[in-house]
């Protein structure tokens, strides 16, 4: 069995629930990481694209202004859809050891009904998903999929005489202003004055600066003979791994925080007041976690029964701690292993396939 | 006749000069800041993974990666292992540019890096010394509708550098190595308004061509283009500058020709300066607009080379030339030391760059650095250039302190020299050491700019209005060394005033004598052997 979490991606429905809805419905224990991206992928590629306006209505969890903003900008409705799955993917590599391991569910109410918690789970969730969006959009840019993006001018006012004057924005202040519209208009629509929206929207952001802050300047010197008397530097975005284990890191160090009022605006700080203050990178939430050992499906807590454990590891990932102290099976399995493969950088493997036996272990 | 203008001209004179060549170095500078953008400008591509599904492989087929007619597309290429899609089935589609705009001549050139995103897999590492090979060919086309016409074609090798940052166990399975970019593509002028690349990388397993290069995931490409806004106030800028030191040189030309000795070596290489600025300073330029002329880029270099070779003959010189010791120099035979690095220098650079560029003409994807040899050829161009650079400089610091020694030796004698004359000989060394002190601050200007503008971020905002520090450093200098040649031909020139009173009036004969010394050839009338009698007469004194 997995554990989970209600995912607290109330408005990610949409992006699980449509074309892809079969993709995501694996059975347990098979988050394995050998095997998830073929399957996953190739059903993606097969399924529809987002491309008429009457598709948006049909999105589930959508709410109203997403609507209007699916409409107005269908051509972009693919690339938030990449986002999400590409944020779903990196959730579970990098939870893959943990108690809670980023799972998600085919019945669409386990996101709707148990999402009033903040715990630092959800706030991992949103700051990743709304950093997926802001990547995938980047690079659609990039790859000539979107019209908009850094030319066009109506969006940001960078220069009225356009490209052939003075070049193009970067892309990523496009893909970043399009993820703060479409995913933080949930959070503002309620008005973002109860808590939780608070600490949303500081999540989404701490997502974005997860990729802004870490982009990689490159240069390029071309001046008389090559010398760098003329330079041109650009920046290039993280890979989106990169930007999980950032994310994955202040996950680790987030900051419990409560709601305050300071003059007369709402504010969220750390409710230990001896702890630093938190920055626009930092994660933050307002519950504690569960332990997610117990089956409770009330809490939308799964537990960790049926889970694979490393029977040597002193960590999260160890038998010890993954099963809670309840001990766990031992089984010996015979897996079949592809060995001495012969590679190209392309779709080409040629492989022996080789028989071990393995030891696998199993929480109670 | 009693020599330069510099000599003559009263201080105030002096600074009003001065202040106007300030005013214009200002004007130049707020030029590149504030009206024109940054000098160039890098976008991103991605490139689209489109299948070849004939099976015979037609190199005559363009693949698009978007729009009408566009390419059978791979998200990942993780699909195609299902859809039995192999390495060579795979062509790298860019559109250059993207969606929604046109490519314009104002963009000058063309540079194009590469980028390989390449995940580590424990069992399908990259080797070491790995090259990957690249079969590309470059189309272009001038509406949108019709089809694409061949420009290039090339298959290159180019070395992998990629390292990576974590250990390599299976945890950290794919993680991106960490890559060089590769060199890729050059190309001198942008005549056409679409350009197409498509991209393979066949695999032959017995000829280990592109084996052992890891999973690439994607390929990213940057192009590097010349803005057209600052290639337009760049035209501008020089359309200006052509006439003013034109005329300048004219009117300097007029007025040593209108002497009655024939010009000193000094003068030859103040008008030599000023013809290589005007040189680099002509519009031809203008002409990449309308013709497809690829050797712009080329040419641009060698003018920029014959005017650096220029000025660091002319520092040479002057100060050679202004030694105030015994020996006769006047001739350029005599700086074969001085001047010999500077040649052997530019030369090489000359041949680095026919090399490089040079080649680039015939073929765009050419890199000198993809080859063992090339690497190793290019290195022993620039590491010599380099050696000659440093020995320059030597020379020349050992000059200058050798100029400034004996000035200071004949400091030491003026105290006893009639108020006068002593006033004098004062204002002459301070000018002398005024026009030192301005070249030191014109070659300190452009080493900090330089260096500013390598540190600084590329622009700075108050609110509306922004400075763009890169073009104002290219505009800047350029004005900069532009107004530095005008006034050395308009300080140096041959002085009208006083002219027929050395003659006439004896007294002053002597003064002129002294005058010599200081300013050396440039100022001599009855020829360099009276001023050396002359010089001897006071040392022995």
Known sequence: MQSWISLPLNGWAFLLGLPITSSLTWGPGRWGLCCVPHRYLAKISSAGSISEEETCEKLKGLIQRQVQMCKRNLEVMDSVRRGAQLAIEECQFQFRNRRWNCSTLESLPVFGKVVTQGTREAAFVYAISSAGVAFAVTRACSSGELEKCGCDHTVHGVSPQGFQWSGCSDNIAYGVAFSQSFVDVRERSKGASSSRALMNLHNNEAGRKAILNHMRVECKCHGVSGSCEVKTCWKAMPPFRKVGNVLKEKFDGATEVEQRKIGSTKVLVPKNSQFKPHTDEDLVYLDSSPDFCDHDLKNGVLGTNGRHCNKTSKAIDGCELMCCGRGFHTDEVEVVERCSCKFHWCCFVKCKQCHRVVEMHTCR | ?541
């Open chain 2, 1 to 541: 006749m009693a020599g330069a203008i510099i000599e003559n001209m009263s201080t105030k004179k002096l600074c009003i000069v001065g202040g106007i060549l300030l005013i214009f170095q200002v004007i130049a500078f707020l030029v590149g800041g504030l009206i024109a953008p940054d000098p160039t400008a890098a976008v991103p591509y991605m490139a689209a993974k489109c299948i070849d599904l004939q099976k015979n492989h037609h190199k005559t087929k363009w693949f698009i990666p978007w729009g009408p007619n566009q390419c059978d597309k791979l998200r990942y290429l993780d699909e195609a292992v299902n859809r039995q899609i192999e390495a060579n089935d795979i062509v790298f589609a860019i559109h250059i540019p993207l969606p929604k705009n046109e490519m314009s001549p104002w963009f000058q050139f063309i540079l194009c890096i590469l980028h390989m995103d390449i995940a580590f897999k424990t069992n399908n590492q990259i080797k070491e010394n790995a090259k990957v090979s690249l079969d590309v060919s470059l189309g272009y086309r001038d509406d949108t509708v019709s089809e694409w016409t061949e420009m290039a074609h090339a298959v290159e090798t180019r070395k992998l550098n990629c390292t990576f940052g974590a250990p390599k166990t299976v945890e950290h399975e794919g993680k991106f190595y960490d890559c060089d970019f590769l060199p890729f593509m050059e190309i001198g002028t942008v005549a056409h308004k679409y350009y197409l690349l498509n991209i393979r990388l066949p695999v032959n397993e017995k000829a280990g061509v592109n084996v052992g290069i890891g999973e690439i995931k994607d390929i990213r490409l940057v192009g590097i283009h010349q803005n057209g806004g600052f290639t337009k106030v760049w035209f501008a800028m020089k359309t200006f500058l052509t006439p003013s030191i034109f005329i300048i040189m004219i009117w300097y030309w007029k007025r040593i020709t209108q002497m009655t000795r024939p010009p000193v070596l000094l003068e030859k290489i103040i008008f030599a300066l000023g013809i290589s600025m005007t040189f680099i300073n002509i519009p031809v330029e203008w002409f990449s607009i309308g013709f497809d002329w690829t050797w712009m880029l080329l040419f641009g270099d060698i003018r920029q080379g014959i005017f650096y070779a220029m000025l660091l003959s002319f520092w040479i010189i002057f100060c050679g030339e202004h030694m105030m010791d015994q020996n006769e120099r006047n001739h350029f035979s005599s700086y074969w030391k001085q001047v010999g690095p500077i040649a052997i220098g530019s030369f090489c650079l000359f041949a680095f760059d026919m090399c490089e560029r040079g080649v680039q003409l015939k073929n765009p994807f050419y890199s000198i650095w993809a080859t063992d040899i090339g690497t190793e050829l290019a290195m022993a161009f620039i590491i010599v250039a380099g050696i000659c650079l440093c020995l320059y400089f030597l020379f020349l610091c050992f000059m200058v302190f050798q100029v400034f020694r004996n000035i200071s030796c004949k400091q030491s004698s003026l105290p006893a020299m009639s108020k006068v004359r002593r006033l004098h000989y004062e204002g002459l060394i301070f000018r002398f050491r005024f026009l030192m002190l301005i070249t030191l601050a014109c070659a300190a200007m452009t080493v900090i700019f330089f260096i500013f503008s390598q540190v600084t971020e590329g622009h700075w905002k108050w609110g509306d209005f922004t400075f763009h520090w890169n073009s104002a450093f290219f505009t800047g200098i350029y004005g900069m060394w532009n107004l530095y040649v005008f006034a050395l031909m308009f300080l140096y020139a041959p002085s009208h005033k006083n002219y027929g009173d050395d003659q006439s009036n004896g007294d002053l004969g002597v003064n002129t004598g002294e005058e010599f010394q200081l300013t050396t050839t440039i100022t001599h009338v009855d020829g360099p052997t009276q001023v050396y009698k002359l010089a001897r007469k006071e040392a022995h004194e």
